[in-house]
């Protein structure tokens, strides 16, 4: 079992940065692959993001690719999205999951995060 807390969400005007941060706490954490996800008010959730188990490797979505950045420290259980240039249209509440594989897909997803809500308005 794991469970995730998303942290680092607020306001920002557009062409800021924010980090996001996914603290996990239970058993495992480096077995599993961590993805971000969002939603924004009356559409679907979006993988926008996700990183293999020891962070080797990432896939961004094509929206956010070259301003988003995933990492993570396996020894501090946290994983980290890192979003620069802003834009409107990145508002939305950001999950992130855990998944026995690397997946864009929230269906390959096991463990889900509260979410954290993500405005970017001036």
């Known amino acids: 079992q794991l469970q995730l807390v998303e942290s680092g969400g607020g306001l920002v005007q557009p062409g800021g940065s924010l980090r996001l941060s996914c603290s996990a706490s239970?058993?495992?954490?480096?077995?599993?692959?961590i993805g971000w996800f969002r939603q924004a008010p009356g559409k679907g959730r979006e993988g926008i993001s996700c990183i293999t188990t020891t962070g080797d490797s990432a896939k961004y979505a094509d929206s956010v690719r070259d301003r988003f950045t995933i990492s993570r420290d396996n020894s501090k259980n946290t994983v980290w999205l890192q979003m620069n240039s802003l834009k409107p249209e990145d508002t939305a509440v950001y999950y992130c999951?855990?998944?026995?594989?690397?997946?864009?897909?929230?269906?390959?997803?096991?463990?889900w995060g509260q979410g954290t809500q993500v405005t970017v308005s001036s």
């Open positions: 999951a855990a998944a026995g594989i690397v997946s864009m897909r929230k269906e390959q997803y096991d463990y």
């Open positions: 239970g058993f495992g954490f480096d077995n599993y692959a």
